[in-house]
């Protein structure tokens, strides 16, 4: 009676957290926390012994939490914001817009594939996140529909997270409960049947989910702006600097895209378009430009724009360097500022807070005059650099309002290759088995913050308590599950299903049932849950347990339906304008398509 009592209290709560996760009305945060209590005073307050086994303990059902999976996968987002923050990856996408700009359909393709590609070494997560502005501009440059590029981003991203164990946090995850299981899942053994099926989800991602997308859709609901936000800067040309000797064609400059020349401004002579194809840009040159604010950051990461010599004019207390301590941010001059009139060499901006006026962005258009003689108006907001430390002490300041949420910091592109290095040495290591891959991880991250890729905080910040207050409860359920024999017994009823059909048919149908909760739990708590589930399975009709293992981990990618199935749908949805109904039109035939190659190949691929 008291192993029924246990039994059912964690189907009941197993059952709640998924319909509490599914409705997404509290944060997932709260729901795991929470799932976690239930079960603390479930196990802690009523102790249960299983036939034959040990009590259950508190110490078991938080083990997760130390779980080297959840450690691993926490590290590898550290390591993942050390790319992203250096901007290791953007040459190679931006090379590859560049490339193929005369076929925008192809080079969006090339593009999506590359994403595809780098996400079975990095967590789908980061990628989504690198080449979603690229993405954006191609799609701004060429005026591509953005609703039929950003889906596709995500999902051929998780598609490709499903082809090596480090893909994607689901993976990790999985391989851990296994390990605990007793079953060891090498780096690459996903990775055959794995790229079968994301290939086969390739064909359908490019070709077939852009009709899909697009057959309900209008230009207008989902138009891309074509330009960002524009500031007004100036530029003071180096010696060093890739633009001397620079001339102009029909009387412009389009080297200097995507910033757009206005004047230059040259021992106090400011020369106005259109230019005499004569004239050659040289050291010491004041260019006028307009940009968006990261076209200014990408001239800071580039030495461009040099920080002793800033263009407003003032002179920098102290020397600065570009770096992750090194930010920029917006911020807006208040009516009846002190600011209001001044130029922006004497406001005292400078002197005050230690930053640097990098542009000005007004409603009204402004005289083609030196950025240092430009006098401020209420309501301009200016781009401005400097430490972080500096920047956030303008924080509660009423004559110039910082827009906190804009401050970001410039990427140390002189570590790029650090942090390719690093990043190549931790997948090297791991698919060797040199050294085990938590190790690999977490010695990757700290080299990462020690070699200057990122700071402490970024890599706070890279710390997702989603996935860690996540795992930490699903890892809990899972041990509950198994303990009271609910784990037992859903595989029964799934064998029962079969009828007492062959393995394949078995395995199809833990397909399909896993690939259904990973859309209305999430693809981590679905891979934690069903792994002992599946290697129960397996045993008990004498089939290979990698086999079912890897099933669940295939079906556990498989968060295409719901925009809450995975993260990377949720960072599309703004940018592509997509509603939940999108999801379900375009990832269910997807997901169809995926169960039935792998219930048609799986038997022949592994012997079945």
């Known amino acids: 009676m008291v192993e029924n009592f246990h039994l059912y209290a964690t189907l009941a709560i ?26 603390l005073v ?5 102790p249960f012994t299983p036939e034959g086994g040990d009590t259950v303990s508190v110490e078991a ?30 040459g190679v996408t931006n090379r590859i817009g560049r490339i193929y700009g005369g076929n925008p359909r192809l080079s969006i393709a090339i593009i999506l594939v590359v994403a595809g590609v780098t996400s079975a070494f990095l967590n789908n997560t980061p990628v989504v996140v690198i080449f979603i502005p690229v993405l954006t501009s191609l799609a701004a440059r060429f005026r591509l529909p953005a609703y039929q590029i950003f889906m596709p981003l ?11 164990m480090i893909g994607s946090s689901t993976n990790l995850i999985a391989a851990g409960m296994a390990a605990n299981e007793g079953l060891e899942i090498g780096f690459f053994e996903i990775t055959g049947m794995g790229m079968i099926l994301a290939g086969i989800g390739y064909l359908y991602v490019l070709f077939v989910l852009p009709r899909i997308l697009g057959s309900e859709r209008s230009e207008q609901k989902s138009g891309l702006e074509s330009s960002g936000t524009q500031f007004l800067g100036e530029i003071v040309l180096q010696s060093s600097s890739r633009f001397v000797g620079d001339s102009p064609r029909s009387g412009f400059f389009p080297n200097l895209t995507p910033m757009s020349l206005h004047a ?3 021992e106090g002579t400011v020369l106005l378009p259109p230019y005499d194809d004569g004239l050659s840009l040289r050291e010491g040159d004041r260019l006028q430009m307009t940009g968006t604010r990261k076209a200014f ?8 724009i040099s920080l002793s010599e800033p263009p407003d004019g003032t002179i920098p207390a102290a020397e600065r360097k570009v770096g992750p301590h090194y930010h920029l941010a917006e911020a807006v001059i208040a009516p ?4 209001e009139g001044r130029t922006v060499r004497f406001s005292g901006i400078q002197q005050r807070f230690d930053v640097t006026v990098f542009g000005v962005r007004r409603k009204s258009r402004m005289a083609r005059a030196p950025l240092a003689q430009l006098r401020f108006e209420a309501g301009d907001t200016l781009l401005i650099g400097g430490n972080e430390d500096d920047v956030m002490s303008m924080r509660g300041n009423h004559d110039l309002l910082l827009l906190e949420h804009s401050a970001e910091s410039v990427p140390p592109r002189d570590k790029a290759l650090i942090a390719s290095f690093l990043f190549a040495a931790i997948v090297l290591f791991s698919a060797t088995g040199l050294s085990p891959m938590v190790v690999n991880a977490v010695a990757g991250a700290l080299l990462m913050i020690v070699f200057g890729c990122l700071t402490f905080q970024q890599a706070a910040r890279a710390f997702d308590r989603q996935i860690f207050l996540l795992v930490g409860a699903s890892i809990a359920m899972a041990t509950a599950l198994e303990a009271t024999g609910g784990a037992r ?23 399909v049932g896993v690939a259904f909760l990973t859309n209305v739990l999430s693809n981590n708590a679905a891979a934690a849950l069903f792994i002992p589930i599946a290697l129960d399975m397996a045993n008990r009709i004498g089939a290979p347990p990698e086999v079912f293992a890897a099933a669940v981990i295939y079906a556990a990618n498989c968060s295409f339906a719901t925009p809450i199935a995975y993260q990377t749908n949720l960072m599309v949805m703004g940018p592509g304008h997509y509603g939940f109904g999108d999801f379900l039109r375009a990832g269910l035939p997807l997901i169809a398509v995926i169960t039935v190659a792998f219930s048609l190949l799986a038997p022949w691929y592994y012997g079945l």
Do not use: H, N, Q
């Open 42 to 46: 479930l196990f802690g307050t009523f």
């Open 154 to 164: 995500s999902f051929i991203t998780i598609l490709g997270g499903m082809t090596t």
């Open 489 to 511: 017994m859903i595989a029964e009823g799934i064998i029962g299903l079969g009828g007492g059909s062959s393995a394949p048919v078995i395995l199809a149908l833990l397909f």
């Open 297 to 304: 950051m990408d001239m800071l990461a580039k030495g461009e």
């Open 264 to 266: 230059v401004i040259r």
């Open 61 to 90: 059902l938080l083990s997760g939490f130390a779980s080297p999976a959840l450690i691993t996968v926490l590290a590898l987002l550290i390591v993942g914001k050390g790319l992203f923050a250096t901007d290791a990856l953007e």
């Open 336 to 339: 009846g500022s002190l600011f």
């Open 14 to 39: 197993i059952a709640g957290t998924i319909l509490l996760y599914a409705l997404d009305r509290f944060p997932v945060e709260s729901i795991s926390l929470g799932t976690i209590t239930l079960l």
